[in-house]
């Protein structure tokens, strides 16, 4: 029997509710399962932190990510006050190299899509470009931003992309715009070209990133897995996002080499906690993306499997989906159907 040791944060605003959901979805899994075991401990970080330990990752919540092999983190309100701490993501993933952001866009059964058959992975660079975070005011009304691209972490987040694109279709779209940014984009597309020599059975292609915003809308199914730099995968992958239903269902990793952290690509909803209302199922499917990383894959696609269930027959559903159904009574729906398909 494996055990894997995770962390859980529950986050800030609508957080706490969507974990309460998932974590209903990870008990059914391992309830069901022969395999593994989870050992889950809950630890403090967010916006709720900053009053009470003066940060939000706090010292005690490091150690415990440190203790697990990967972690499932709530959405969390990012402070924006000056001197503020940066986002806990941002700190998480500079702490743990988490150098790729890998966020899947796929049609789900009764959820309007723009396109019937859309299944691509966005992979974003995730800890340099213009998140770099050194900004200058050089002169008064005159604001500089550094845009930091290295073929070292250029070359590795390409070969996640490869990688990825071997267990799929076999296709990685390299987007970037060097025609304008010639030296940071034109070391990000060199290290792209070097890695695809160790991939001969995966086709490559290249797109500026202004024509890829419109191909997605226009031609979506055609791609299979997108890679670029850190702000251009920001934006394509919250556009992606849209294209089959929205940020209620979208889920994205952020992996590096020894670790990795999931979590809802959408933020805390400050406006709907409390409310019980919000769409539980893009933290249920970063759960699943993180039995994925855990390599736990027969439970990862027991909740696939269960969340396709659920929006197929319509009937549990939020409101953004059109229904009335809260947070939990979706996460205990995905819960019953897992348990249900594992006998
Ligand atoms: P948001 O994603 O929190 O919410 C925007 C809107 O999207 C909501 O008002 C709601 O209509 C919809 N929405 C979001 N999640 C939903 C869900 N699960 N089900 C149904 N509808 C949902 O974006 P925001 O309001 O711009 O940001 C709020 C805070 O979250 C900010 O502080 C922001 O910086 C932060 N944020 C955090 C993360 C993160 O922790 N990874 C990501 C994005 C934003």
Redesign the pocket.
Known sequence: MNIHRIAVLP?D??GPE?TEAALKVLDAVQKSSKRFKLEIIQGEAGYNCIKKYGTNVPPKTLEILKKTEACL?G????P?EAGAPP???VTIRKNFGLYANVRPCKTLPGVPSVKPNIDLIVVRENTEGLYFGKEFEVAPGKGVAMRVVTQYASEKVSKIAFELALKRKRHVTCVHKRNILRVTDGIFREAFLTVARDYPSVAIDEVHVDAMAMRLIKEPEKFDVIVTTNMFGDILSDEAAQLVG???LAAGANVGDNYGMF??????????AGQNK???I?TILAAKMMLEYLNELDAASAIERAVIDVLKEGKIR???LGGNSSTIEVGEEIAARVIEFSH
């Open positions: 986050g605003g609508i969507v983190k959405p969390m309100t990012t924006e986002s806990a993501a929205g940020l209620g979590e809802p690509v959408h933020g805390s909803a400050p406006k709907y919000v769409n539980p893009a939020t409101y953004d």
